[in-house]
């Protein structure tokens, strides 16, 4: 955190107690998210700022009230004019070249203050100089920066020349739209890192929140590992059932998406597919699994820290969000602190993953649950709403300072 920024925010603790944002209570205030279609970790942080502000309004391109949070539904929503057209919802990413269009044409002139949600587009807003704008970066979106040749590599023939050449000029209206938001927060140190190096902006680092109270530590841990988020190309899930085939070890895998019929050829007889679980049946699966492999880079990864609550180890790609999460070992130390909650292999490769695993077996009785659990709790909700509202009440009174200049 920076000295100067850090000193500010001591300065307005006193008068901003718990997550309450007091000097901006009569504020008016937008929240704009990319898209309200599921219930992921950006529609969680977007819950967690929206009961910081609850008069404040929402914004997004689309939304689905079947699948939105109830915590959201109620408020007033503006969508855009993508929400009409047909087939909108179910192929939202195809309508990528839209949304700044879409974009522009919210009006905040009655605002006294933005707050974007970003991982898609949503910072792109236009506001007035007397509006604030800040943006709650989850990542700059991937598909045009950081995983853009994965991404190019993993769309059909066809489909490749298109996407080819509206990602080239959506990569500029991204990088311009960055000049639009006043100040940044990123989720993670590594998406700060991806904030510096896209948009030449520096950010705050203000980590999500994390359903942590759930966890729970079980009275026994069960022969079996498990896998859990979206059935996608760039989470590497076909790395975790390779492995586990070689092995012979038992998997859960739990999730759904476009890449679950070839990992189904993939999978050999102890692989078990869940399907997509409700909360409750998750948590028995987290509390009784032997540890989580996760073998994808992520922006910061809020899985891992699902898994932690319940005091379960992680065996992870050390690159990304979970290095910040994870007290891992290396997969090559021979050393065992007791405050560790996992291993880190470091090559995205079958091989190394089967080694990190080996290397887990040879020393998993030495993991303390208890120890993993307290981990987790940094990453519960108040603290992420305590360190945002701070931050924008920092953010708030420089804003105003500077326009008093």
Same mark, same amino acid.
């Not at 100067?4 to 901003?16: H, K, S, W």
């Not at 700022?49 to 949070?69: E, G, N, Q, V």
């Not at 975790?240 to 999730?255: K, T």
């Not at 910040?324 to 405050?339: A, Q, Y």
């Given at each position: 955190?920076?000295?100067?920024?850090?000193?500010?925010?001591?300065?307005?603790?006193?008068?901003?107690?718990?997550?309450?944002?007091?000097?901006?209570?009569?504020?008016?205030?937008?929240?704009?998210?990319?898209?309200?279609?599921?219930?992921?970790?950006?529609?969680?942080?977007?819950?967690?700022?929206?009961?910081?502000?609850?008069?404040?309004?929402?914004?997004?391109?689309?939304?689905?009230?079947?699948?939105?949070?109830?915590?959201?539904?109620?408020?007033?929503?503006?969508?855009?004019?993508?929400?009409?057209?047909?087939?909108?919802?179910?192929?939202?990413?195809?309508?990528?070249?839209? #949304?700044? +269009?879409?974009?522009?044409?919210? =009006?905040?002139?009655?605002? /006294? &203050?933005? $707050?974007?949600?970003?991982?898609?587009?949503?910072?792109?807003?236009?506001?007035?100089?007397?509006?604030?704008?800040?943006?709650?970066?989850?990542?700059?979106?991937?598909?045009?920066?950081?995983?853009?040749?994965?991404?190019?590599?993993?769309?059909?023939?066809?489909?490749?020349?298109?996407?080819?050449?509206?990602?080239?000029?959506?990569?500029?209206?991204?990088?311009?739209?960055?000049?639009?938001?006043?100040?940044?927060?990123?989720?993670?140190?590594?998406?700060?890192?991806?904030?510096?190096?896209?948009?030449?902006?520096?950010?705050?680092?203000?980590?999500?929140?994390?359903?942590?109270?759930?966890?729970?530590?079980?009275?026994?841990?069960?022969?079996? #590992?498990? +896998?859990?988020?979206?059935?996608? =190309?760039?989470?590497?899930? /076909? &790395?975790? $059932?390779?492995?586990?085939?070689?092995?012979?070890?038992?998997?859960?895998?739990?999730?759904?998406?476009?890449?679950?019929?070839?990992?189904?050829?993939?999978?050999?007889?102890?692989?078990?597919?869940?399907?997509?679980?409700?909360?409750?049946?998750?948590?028995?699966?987290?509390?009784?699994?032997?540890?989580?492999?996760?073998?994808?880079?992520?922006?910061?990864?809020?899985?891992?820290?699902?898994?932690?609550?319940?005091?379960?180890?992680?065996?992870?790609?050390?690159?990304?969000?979970?290095?910040?999460?994870?007290?891992?070992?290396?997969?090559?130390?021979?050393?065992?602190?007791?405050?560790?909650?996992?291993?880190?292999?470091?090559?995205?490769?079958?091989?190394? +993953?089967?080694?990190?695993?080996?290397?887990?077996?040879?020393?998993?009785?030495?993991?303390?649950?208890?120890?993993?659990?307290?981990?987790?709790?940094?990453?519960?909700?108040?603290?992420?709403?305590?360190?945002?509202?701070?931050?924008?009440?920092?953010?708030?009174?420089?804003?105003?300072?500077?326009?008093?200049?």
């Amino acid at each position: 955190m920076n000295v100067n920024i850090e000193q500010r925010m001591r300065a307005v603790t006193a008068r901003v107690p718990g997550a309450k944002v007091s000097p901006l209570e009569k504020a008016r205030v937008a929240i704009v998210h990319y898209w309200l279609l599921n219930h992921r970790g950006g529609e969680r942080v977007v819950e967690a700022i929206a009961a910081m502000f609850p008069r404040a309004d929402l914004f997004s391109l689309l939304a689905d009230a079947k699948t939105m949070p109830e915590s959201l539904r109620g408020r007033s929503l503006h969508t855009s004019f993508v929400q009409n057209l047909p087939g909108g919802n179910r192929c939202h990413r195809r309508l990528l070249p839209l #949304y700044p +269009l879409a974009l522009e044409q919210f =009006d905040f002139s009655n605002y /006294d &203050l933005v $707050i974007s949600s970003e991982s898609g587009p949503a910072k792109g807003v236009l506001t007035s100089a007397r509006t604030c704008h800040v943006c709650y970066c989850h990542s700059p979106m991937r598909y045009l920066w950081d995983f853009y040749h994965q991404y190019r590599n993993a769309v059909g023939r066809w489909s490749r020349p298109f996407f080819t050449l509206t990602s080239h000029y959506l990569r500029l209206w991204d990088a311009a739209s960055a000049d639009r938001v006043d100040y940044f927060a990123a989720n993670s140190r590594n998406v700060a890192t991806r904030i510096r190096k896209h948009y030449r902006r520096d950010s705050e680092v203000i980590y999500p929140p994390v359903n942590v109270s759930a966890g729970h530590l079980a009275g026994k841990v069960e022969d079996f #590992y498990l +896998l859990v988020g979206q059935l996608v =190309d760039y989470k590497r899930m /076909d &790395l975790a $059932i390779a492995a586990c085939n070689l092995l012979g070890r038992r998997l859960h895998v739990v999730g759904e998406g476009e890449q679950y019929g070839r990992l189904r050829r993939l999978a050999g007889p102890s692989i078990h597919f869940c399907g997509p679980l409700s909360d409750g049946d998750l948590s028995e699966q987290y509390a009784h699994c032997r540890a989580l492999l996760f073998p994808g880079e992520e922006d910061f990864g809020i899985v891992p820290v699902e898994a932690l609550s319940f005091g379960r180890p992680v065996i992870a790609f050390g690159r990304g969000g979970v290095t910040e999460t994870v007290r891992g070992i290396d997969v090559r130390s021979s050393n065992f602190p007791e405050d560790s909650s996992g291993i880190f292999f470091l090559e995205q490769s079958v091989d190394s +993953l089967v080694d990190a695993m080996q290397a887990f077996e040879r020393v998993e009785h030495q993991f303390q649950p208890w120890r993993i659990r307290e981990q987790a709790l940094r990453f519960a909700p108040h603290h992420f709403q305590r360190n945002f509202g701070l931050f924008l009440t920092c953010k708030w009174e420089e804003f105003h300072s500077e326009q008093l200049d």
